[in-house]
T-cell receptor, first 113, second 117 residues
């Protein structure tokens, strides 16, 4: 069954701790993305990657880091430098090319206490 | 940089009413345009998209949208809504130069649609 798997669905962490969110896709897509969704704010792009071992900052990259060691995996680390980490995080993937549709995972809700 | 504005943050309609959700974008060049929907408890999924050709595009579940280049608009419409259309709707844009979205989509803030039975 093809798709994007994010884990865990819910995550709780203490303030000051780093936490890594998992994203795996079996769609053979080249591009992968991380978005943050806050109520009334829509989705904002954190990082994206078009190819293995390369990634680019999005609009709100501060306090986050990513890696792309394998085509199917794009983990996101929320570091202690992120001032307001509590949010809903969405991973997506797409092919490259005009009109490409982005496919989204179910999301991870991170709560920092 | 591009931006997207969705005019209505909350919309409440009765079943069988007609729907139009506004979306305007700002970008000087050619764009790809998308509408995504997020049903309660489900992942974000594509309703429809425009990247060239006929400016009136049809999507799933009876939705359609019209691209009006002169107005920088891509409004979503449905002639008769159902209770199951209750969801959050997002308009998104990406410059055509980016290869269709590989640089990531720019989303509007969303419209929360509630359909009353």
């Amino acid at each position: 069954d093809g798709g994007i798997t994010q884990s865990p669905k819910y995550l709780f962490r203490k303030e000051g701790q780093n936490v890594t969110l998992s994203c795996e896709q079996n769609l053979n897509h080249d591009a992968m993305y991380w978005y943050r969704q806050d109520p009334g704010q829509g989705l904002r792009l954190i990082y994206y990657s078009q190819i293995v071992n390369d990634f680019q900052k999005g609009d709100i990259a501060e306090g986050y880091s990513v890696s792309r060691e394998k085509k199917e995996s794009f983990p996101l680390t929320v570091t202690s430098a992120q001032k307001n980490p509590t949010a809903f995080y969405l991973c997506a993937s797409s092919t490259l090319g005009t009109g490409s549709e982005a496919f989204f995972g179910q999301g991870t809700r991170l709560t920092v206490v | 940089a591009q931006s997207v504005s969705q005019h209505n943050h909350h919309v409440i309609l009765s079943e069988a009413a007609s729907l139009e959700l506004g979306c305007n974008y700002s970008y000087g060049g050619t764009v790809n345009l998308f509408w995504y929907v997020q049903y309660p408890g489900q992942h974000l999924q594509l309703l429809l998209k425009y990247f060239s050709g006929d400016p009136l595009v049809k999507g799933i579940k009876g939705f359609e949208a019209e691209f009006i280049k002169s107005k920088f608009s891509f409004n979503l419409r449905k002639p008769s809504v159902q209770w199951s259309d209750t969801a959050e709707y997002f308009c998104a844009v990406t410059p055509l130069y980016s290869g269709g979205g590989a640089d990531g989509l720019t989303f509007g803030k969303g419209t929360h649609l509630i359909i009353q039975p």
